[in-house]
């Protein structure tokens, strides 16, 4: 009987490794320890393995592929990103390879692996959060890598818009139009998105003299839109606030559909406001009143500073886009102040 051909998986298991670094020991990649070279090298000896000549004959080349990682897909918010930066790389002659983390660190760190290993020329990231994103150095080593949004540290490149400067904006709409009673709703309290976007909220608020009311979610709620929904069921069947700030679009859309089964009209009885932009936001009947953080726009610088890493730059490079107020329907003003 033929015995099986041992593979770059089995060197990795050998060795104590992941696979994408099997693969730089074997490039000789400068960034890797002389120490876990021998490692693996005594592995591939140990087991007679020998390198596909596909793979071989890749070394040095551009793939002309980009890897990219985001939290969840079946959010609007990054499909709707996702799609920018496909549109982006492909006009530039490169293909992007999509993983899902689902918020879950240890999928971020596979994913990134497994890039790897498929030889990408660079890597854009939404990252789950900071702590995580700390780790990527060890794993990525210069390969090219652009972050998006807030979970990173200042030393890497990254394109993100001003959570705090949206909610401001957003918060003080609220209160040129009367409202006095303003609720912040949703988005888990570990949130560093949410801890911006409370802080602008605090801001518009305090400058008025007033504190507002603030809602989180649970830090450890899995369905983050049954919550909204049912949170949002709670607050209408009770005393009902001016206005709700929701912390994004999904979690207005919520709203919008408690108030639909209390009997709250919006904006008549209750002012609404979501932030994101997302597409279903502008439809007609839901016409919400938002904050665009102009995701098209991110996903596209995103994908263009990659490009320059890709193409030799060193430099890390800063994004900081201005969120835009978008005026719709759901909000209107108080009686009194009409």
């Known amino acids: ?27 000789d990649r400068a960034e890797i320890s002389d120490e876990t070279k021998e490692r693996v090298r005594a592995a591939c000896a140990q087991l007679g ?6 793979a071989r004959g890749l070394t040095g080349r551009a793939t002309h592929t980009i890897g ?12 709707g990103m996702v799609t920018a930066i496909e549109q982006t790389a492909a006009a530039h002659g490169y293909r ?30 939404s990252s789950v959060s900071p702590q995580i994103q700390a780790r990527h150095r060890e794993i990525l080593g210069n390969l090219p890598c652009v972050y998006l949004g807030i979970n990173h540290g200042e030393d890497c490149s990254y394109v993100m818009a001003d959570n705090e400067a949206g909610a401001y904006a957003a918060a003080r709409y609220l209160l040129r139009m009367g409202h006095r009673d303003i609720l912040f709703l949703g988005g888990r309290p570990t949130s560093r ?80 406001v979501g932030y994101d932009n997302i597409a279903v936001s502008g439809l007609p009947r839901i ?3 938002t904050v665009s953080q102009h995701k098209f726009q991110q996903g596209r610088i995103a994908v ?9 730059s060193s430099e890390d490079t800063v994004d900081l886009l201005e969120p835009e107020l978008i005026i719709r329907s759901t909000c209107t003003k108080k009686t009194s102040c009409i």
């Open 287 to 289: 016409d919400l009143t």
């Open 49 to 54: 393995y020998v390198r596909n000549a596909a």
């Open 193 to 272: 998105t949410r801890e911006l976007r409370v802080q602008g909220f605090r801001r518009a608020l305090g400058e008025a003299g007033l504190t507002g009311r603030e809602l989180p979610s649970p830090p450890d709620v899995t369905q983050m839109r049954q919550w909204s929904y049912e949170t949002a069921l709670e607050l209408l069947n009770g005393s009902l606030p001016d206005a709700i700030f929701a912390f994004s679009d999904i979690t207005a859309l919520k709203v919008l559909e408690a108030a639909e089964q209390c009997g709250v009209r919006i904006p008549e009885d209750l002012s609404l």
């Open 96 to 125: 992007v390879l999509l993983s899902n983390s689902l918020r879950k660190p240890e999928r971020e760190l596979r994913a990134i692996d497994n890039f790897l290993a498929r030889r990408i020329d660079g890597i854009v990231i």
């Open 304 to 312: 263009e500073r990659l490009l320059e890493k890709i193409d030799g």
């Open 1 to 27: 009987m033929m015995k099986k051909r041992a593979t770059i998986k089995d060197v990795a298991a050998l060795a104590g490794v992941s696979p994408a670094t099997v693969s730089r020991v074997l490039d």
């Open 68 to 79: 990219l990682v985001v939290p969840d897909i079946s959010n609007p918010y990054f499909s």
